[in-house]
Nanobody, 119 residues
Framework: QVQLVESGGGLVQAGGSLRLSCAAS????????VGWFRQAPGKEREFVAA????????LHADSVKGRFTISRDSAKNTVYLQMYSLKPEDTAVYYC????????????WGQGTQVTVSS
């Protein structure tokens, strides 16, 4: 089992920045891919970014490309989402999730952290 705990959310003005953290426990993430997703009120959950632990390969949604960066710290078993140039439309609950690298489904989810961007 993998337990994921997000932190770092908050209220920020448009144009500001935040860094979200996703701390994993239970297992090391060396065999996993970790993703960030978000869900705004009344909208479906959407993919934001993902990283493959062993290779460091990253993928970012077009809507955040150039503004958000996913990274990992192996020593801390933690994944980060650095967010710059935040927009009001980035307001959502942000979740991290993990899946085994060969799997297609994210099996483990955190509880989410709220990000609110004011205009």
């Amino acid at each position: 089992q993998v337990q994921l705990v997000e932190s770092g959310g908050g209220l920020v003005q448009a144009g500001g920045s935040l860094r979200l953290s996703c701390a994993a426990s239970g297992r090391t993430l060396s065999s996993y891919s970790v993703g960030w997703f978000r869900q705004a009120p009344g909208k479906e959950r959407e993919f934001v970014a993902a990283i493959t632990w062993t290779s460091g390969f990253t993928l970012h949604a077009d809507s955040v490309k150039g503004r958000f960066t996913i990274s990992r710290d192996s020593a801390k078993n933690t994944v980060y989402l650095q967010m710059y140039s935040l927009k009001p439309e980035d307001t959502a609950v942000y979740y991290c999730a993990a899946r085994l690298s060969y799997a297609t489904t994210y099996n483990y989810w955190g509880q989410g952290t709220q990000v609110t961007v004011s205009s």
